[in-house]
Each structure stands twice: as structure tokens, then as C-alpha cells.
């Protein structure tokens, strides 16, 4: 076989691999999985056991309640996934971990340029810390709370990448034009009906004054932004400030158009 362009490939090791594709079957993932536009490989960390009972995790060094994960049951996971032939190299290692790095729309959208990562699942209490150095596994959190497992965390790792690549929802999810790419909440969106029990659709989005809508947009982002996630509008201001103590700029056109319409 000569070189087929590689698609985006994730591959993830698991404990439950029957928990994949799962709800990234459905819906515009799901069709362009099927469509071949990206692709899915859940390996079982099981079939890495060397033991008679397949054993994969042990008490932890030291004591204390639950069980780890070992180091060496995951290191040949580990090995097995990254030797596949048919797969791109040099994929970025992954480890769903509370520890990590709380995952950002700016990595998705380098994860999502990447080849596809591999995605390390863990289970119990976590994995043998030795194998997150051996194999310089990138620790990456879904938020600060506790998971009983990294699987629904790699879905949703997953579903935030495959939603960028090309194809899958055509212009509606590129690039600069997607949510917090400027560092703001999204505006209030509307619909039919124009007045629902008693409430009417903001008049100036019916006005068809684009100049006027993508105003009321931003100035409803701003609001939105500074009230829940005073974090993300202090950092805005920082990026937006051009010299240390300058007023504040905000051009017109920096607002923030919509892009959301995922099924
Ligand atoms: N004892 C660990 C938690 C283990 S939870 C601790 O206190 O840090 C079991 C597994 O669930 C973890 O190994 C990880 O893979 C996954 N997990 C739990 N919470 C997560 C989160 N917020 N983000 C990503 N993965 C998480």
C-alpha cells in the first residue's frame, strides 16, 4: 500500500472498551464516523495482562484504600497502540487524569490539528505514577470533580475535536469564529416562536441592521462573560489591553459570530 492520507485517529485504552463509540455514534459524530471522516479504536488494556488472571491493577504502595492500575500492564497498552501500523505516529499521549491540565478549547483545537491522540482511561484510584513519566503521558482534566472512570471524560475529549475536523459540521465550527476563540461566552440566541408566553424576540435582532445585531452580540457577550466568568474577562482584558494601563479596546469587530448548531 502507498501513503493514503492518514485521517484523524483516536485511539483509546480502556478497561470498558464496550463504552465506545457510545454516543459518538450518534448524531453528526456518529455520521461522519461512519462516513470514514475520522476514526474510533477502543483497546481493551485487559488483553495487555501477562498474568493467568489477567490481572491489571494491584493495592497501592504504601496502603490506603482501592486499587491502581500497574505500571506495567498499561506501559504494553501503551506500546501495542503506538506500533499499529496502520496509524499515524508520533500522536500525542494522553492520560485523563483530575490532576491534569483542565482541558481548553485552544487544545482541542491543536488536538483536533493533530493526528489523533491516544488516550489513556483510568480506573480505581488512577495508574501507577512510574508509567505517566515512562511514557510521558500528558495528564488532561475534565473540570475539578471526580470521575469513576476516563472514559467519559476521552468522549468528551473526543466530541470537542471531531466536531472541528474538516467535514463533519462543515463552516459552522472553524476556526477563529468558534466559542471562546476570543475569550467570551456566547450571546443569547433565539428563535421561533417571535413571542414566547409573553416574551418577545430582542427587537434589534428582527431588524435585519447586521452592523446593529453583531453590536448587541458582542456587548451581550461582554455582559455575560464578566458576570459568570470573571477568570476568562480578566484574561480577555489582559490580551486586549495594549500597554500596561491603557483604556480598554474593544472594537466592533471583534464581536463573537454564532456558530453552534449541533445536532
Ligand atoms: N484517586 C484519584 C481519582 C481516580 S478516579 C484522585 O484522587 O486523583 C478514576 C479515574 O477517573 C482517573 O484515573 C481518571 O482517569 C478518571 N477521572 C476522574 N476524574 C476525572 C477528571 N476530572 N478529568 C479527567 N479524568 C478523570
Given at each position: 500500500?502507498?501513503?493514503?492520507?492518514?485521517?484523524w485517529?483516536?485511539?483509546?485504552?480502556?478497561?470498558?472498551?464496550e463504552m465506545?463509540?457510545?454516543p459518538?455514534?450518534v448524531?453528526?459524530?456518529?455520521k461522519?464516523?461512519?462516513?470514514?471522516?475520522?476514526?474510533?479504536?477502543?483497546?481493551d488494556?485487559?488483553?495487555?495482562?501477562t498474568d493467568?488472571h489477567?490481572?491489571?491493577?494491584d493495592?497501592?504502595a504504601?496502603?490506603?484504600?482501592?486499587?491502581?492500575?500497574?505500571?506495567?500492564?498499561?506501559?504494553?497498552?501503551?506500546d501495542?497502540?503506538?506500533?499499529?501500523?496502520?496509524?499515524?505516529?508520533?500522536?500525542?499521549?494522553?492520560?485523563?487524569?483530575?490532576?491534569?491540565?483542565?482541558?481548553?478549547q485552544s487544545?482541542?483545537v491543536?488536538?483536533?490539528?493533530?493526528?489523533?491522540p491516544?488516550?489513556?482511561?483510568?480506573?480505581?484510584?488512577?495508574i501507577d505514577q512510574?508509567?505517566i513519566?515512562?511514557?510521558?503521558?500528558?495528564?488532561?482534566?475534565?473540570?475539578?470533580?471526580?470521575?469513576?472512570?476516563?472514559?467519559?471524560?476521552?468522549?468528551?475529549?473526543?466530541?470537542?475535536?471531531v466536531?472541528?475536523?474538516?467535514?463533519?459540521?462543515?463552516?459552522?465550527?472553524?476556526?477563529?469564529?468558534?466559542?471562546?476563540?476570543?475569550?467570551?461566552?456566547?450571546?443569547?440566541?433565539?428563535?421561533?416562536p417571535?413571542?414566547?408566553?409573553?416574551?418577545?424576540?430582542?427587537?434589534?435582532l428582527?431588524?435585519?441592521?447586521?452592523?446593529?445585531?453583531?453590536?448587541?452580540?458582542?456587548?451581550e457577550?461582554?455582559?455575560?462573560?464578566?458576570a459568570?466568568?470573571?477568570?476568562?474577562?480578566?484574561?480577555?482584558?489582559?490580551?486586549?489591553r495594549?500597554?500596561?494601563?491603557?483604556?480598554?479596546q474593544?472594537?466592533?469587530?471583534?464581536?463573537?459570530?454564532?456558530?453552534?448548531?449541533?445536532g
Amino acid at each position: 500500500m502507498t501513503s493514503t492520507p492518514k485521517i484523524w485517529h483516536a485511539t483509546v485504552l480502556t478497561l470498558f472498551p464496550e463504552m465506545f463509540p457510545g454516543p459518538l455514534g450518534v448524531s453528526l459524530a456518529g455520521k461522519a464516523l461512519a462516513l470514514g471522516l475520522w476514526a474510533l479504536e477502543a483497546r481493551d488494556i485487559r488483553d495487555s495482562a501477562t498474568d493467568r488472571h489477567r490481572s491489571v491493577d494491584d493495592t497501592p504502595a504504601g496502603g490506603g484504600p482501592g486499587m491502581v492500575l500497574r505500571a506495567d500492564v498499561l506501559a504494553a497498552a501503551i506500546d501495542a497502540a503506538d506500533v499499529s501500523s496502520d496509524r499515524p505516529k508520533d500522536r500525542p499521549r494522553l492520560l485523563m487524569s483530575p490532576r491534569g491540565r483542565p482541558l481548553t478549547q485552544s487544545r482541542v483545537v491543536e488536538l483536533a490539528a493533530g493526528p489523533g491522540p491516544i488516550i489513556v482511561c483510568g480506573r480505581f484510584e488512577g495508574i501507577d505514577q512510574r508509567v505517566i513519566e515512562a511514557r510521558g503521558l500528558e495528564e488532561v482534566s475534565l473540570g475539578d470533580y471526580v470521575l469513576s472512570g476516563g472514559e467519559i471524560a476521552a468522549l468528551a475529549l473526543i466530541d470537542a475535536c471531531v466536531r472541528l475536523l474538516p467535514g463533519v459540521m462543515g463552516k459552522l465550527a472553524s476556526g477563529a469564529d468558534e466559542s471562546f476563540s476570543d475569550g467570551l461566552l456566547e450571546y443569547p440566541q433565539y428563535t421561533r416562536p417571535q413571542d414566547f408566553e409573553g416574551r418577545p424576540i430582542p427587537e434589534i435582532l428582527l431588524s435585519g441592521d447586521h452592523a446593529r445585531v453583531a453590536a448587541w452580540r458582542l456587548a451581550e457577550a461582554e455582559a455575560l462573560t464578566k458576570a459568570r466568568r470573571p477568570d476568562l474577562w480578566a484574561a480577555r482584558q489582559a490580551q486586549t489591553r495594549p500597554a500596561q494601563t491603557g483604556p480598554v479596546q474593544t472594537r466592533p469587530g471583534q464581536k463573537r459570530p454564532k456558530n453552534t448548531t449541533d445536532g
